[in-house]
């Protein structure tokens, strides 16, 4: 009776059809129908929301090859499970049965690491896996060497003269951000370079202010389309162009999509014969700030000791808007690859001295590995350290009565050389600045950010 039990059911295994699951003769790979993997996703997605962890799609993550080396591949195919990223000592792992804990306890006694545990489609999941621990061939490797070389000389070869654009933004008003805006602009300029600084606090403008340099025609005039974006720069007296702001006017704080077309085309001409411009950008996290702050080449997030939170918040949703920015890019764009690290610069004022700008530094760099590396799959915001400036009330003063950057009224104190070394992560001012200098400069980000309806 059991034999027969047994000829009826592998009788029935036969005759029924299979739906999700395909094999060739005389081959065995297993062919993964689309209904499988939306099933599968599906799954995982209910899994991760379920136990709150992060979902993962392995075949899109940006996998780090050392946090793959953490596991071997015999244990990663038994355990069914593929390390994505490493981030001080915490492991995020993508996982089939992210709800096991002994599966993640093992893990961890593995790899020495602390698992993150995220949920993954099993059909995706073990493709990847494949496509990670596969040891390439001699050939394939030559191959994509060769290919390294090409795309290396062909990006040497777009480099050309053209401004190195700086934006320069916070969370909240009265942290310095305008101080750091001219003065950096100062400091460009005092090694020869040609620099423009654009007053683009829409709507609240400064820097009139602080330089007592007043003009006709500033950015109002040329979107409404009253003048020429060359007639509303004007000489300093402190070696750098401007382009004025005005006070509160709506138009400027909330721009249409035409004027930021109209903007990027003039900007592209004018900037090209800059080698530098610096964007003092408004306070806070609105979508126009964040837009004109990642299009620029670097990024500089000014805070205070006292505004630790707001600082790691312009951050986070600078981080949040690019990453928007760049998934869109590669939906939009023909061949267009995205980055995924971003890298703004922080920038800690008014310290006591210069260990707590570090110290302060290292606290925002762990809650961000934290609170936003360890649940990202492809995407990772790494903060750069740009320096930080003591408290001076006295040059800052002084500089404000003068009307004049600090840097050029007090040189020799302490805030004016952090300033001056700071300034050198963009050039080097040993050295008179030498014009023959290409930098890589197409504006291709900026404008694919500004005049995208994003």
């Known amino acids: 009776m059991r034999e027969k039990a047994e000829n009826l059911e592998t009788h029935r295994t036969k005759q029924a059809p299979d739906k999700k699951v395909g094999a060739s003769k005389g081959s065995g790979k297993v062919c993964v129908f689309p209904a499988q993997i939306e099933s599968d996703t599906q799954i995982a997605k209910a899994t991760a929301k ?3 962890i992060p979902f993962v799609d392995p075949l899109r993550a940006h996998i780090e090859p050392s946090a793959v080396a953490l596991l071997k591949p015999e244990i990663a195919f038994s355990r069914q499970a593929l390390p994505i990223r490493l981030v001080n000592d915490i492991l995020l792992v993508a996982m089939a049965t992210p709800e096991q ?5 093992s893990l961890e006694i593995l790899t020495g690491c602390k698992i993150r545990p995220a949920a993954a489609p099993k059909s995706s999941l073990s493709v990847a896996l494949r496509k990670t621990y596969e040891q390439p061939s001699k050939g394939a490797n030559e191959g994509r060497l060769e290919a390294l070389k090409r795309t290396q000389k062909k990006k040497a070869g777009a480099r050309k003269t053209g401004a190195l654009t700086v934006s320069v933004v916070s969370n909240k008003g009265g942290v310095g951000k305008t101080h750091f805006s001219i003065n950096l602009a100062c400091a460009l300029a005092k090694t020869g370079a040609k620099v423009l600084l654009i007053d ?22 040329f979107l409404q389309k009253d ?14 162009d401007l382009i004025c702001g005005t006070y509160g006017e709506f138009k400027l704080a909330n721009l249409y999509y035409a004027q930021k077309v109209k903007f990027i085309k003039h900007f592209n001409k004018t900037s090209a014969v800059y080698d530098f411009v610096v964007f003092d950008l408004g306070a806070g996290i609105a979508r126009t700030v964040l837009d004109f702050a990642l299009g620029a080449d670097h990024t500089a997030i000014v805070t ?4 630790v939170i707001s600082g790691y918040a312009c951050a986070k949703a600078a981080f949040f808007r690019y990453k928007e920015i760049e998934q869109r890019l590669e939906e939009r764009l023909t061949e ?5 690290t971003f890298s703004p610069m922080l920038v800690i004022n008014q310290v006591n001295d210069l260990q707590q700008g570090v110290k302060i530094y290292d606290r925002i760099e762990r809650i961000v590995d934290k609170n936003i590396n360890a649940s990202e799959d492809r995407f990772r915001l790494k903060l750069e350290y740009l320096g930080s400036m003591p408290y001076d009330r006295k040059s800052l003063r002084t500089a404000e009565q003068n009307m004049r950057p600090f840097l050029l009224d007090s040189p020799h104190v302490n805030v004016s050389q952090c300033m001056q070394h700071m300034s050198t992560r963009f050039c080097n001012p040993d050295n008179p600045y030498d014009t023959r200098l290409k930098f890589r400069h197409s504006l291709k980000r900026f404008v694919a950010i500004l005049t995208q309806k994003i």
């Open 227 to 240: 003048q020429d974006m060359k007639r509303i720069i004007i000489p300093t007296s402190f070696h750098f």
């Open 50 to 52: 379920k136990l709150g």
């Open 200 to 221: 683009a606090d829409l709507g609240n403008a400064d820097i009139s202010t602080k330089l007592g340099v007043f003009s006709k025609y500033h950015l109002l005039h």
């Open 304 to 307: 205070t000791p006292q505004d």
């Open 336 to 340: 267009y690859s995205p980055e995924f």
């Open 101 to 105: 804990p002994m599966a993640i306890r």
